[in-house]
């Protein structure tokens, strides 16, 4: 298995040629570069279960905030905005 130091995710939306691009980052390099921007903690249950639904709803968080700045991608955009009903654990 291969050793790989930590990484940040950067993701960035091409409108013109309607792409999403992921681009791993060194956190220390990118840390002076997000001092003061807008944050989100994404993942604070007592449980911290990322699980398929905590995915979905972090793909749907990290799309509508490109969205923010990129309002033309919501013509793409039909995926559930609210959380989906877990099977219960019986």
Known sequence: ??????????????????QLIAHTVDPAELAP?????MGVVL???????LDDEFARQLGVGMLNTIALGQPD?????TFTQHLIDRPSEE
């Open 1 to 18: 298995m291969a050793n790989h130091p930590a990484y940040s995710i950067v993701l960035t939306y091409i409108e013109n040629i309607q």
């Open 73 to 77: 991608i919501k013509q793409y955009m």
């Open 43 to 49: 993942a604070d249950e007592h449980d911290f279960k």
């Open 33 to 37: 570069l997000v001092i003061g921007k």
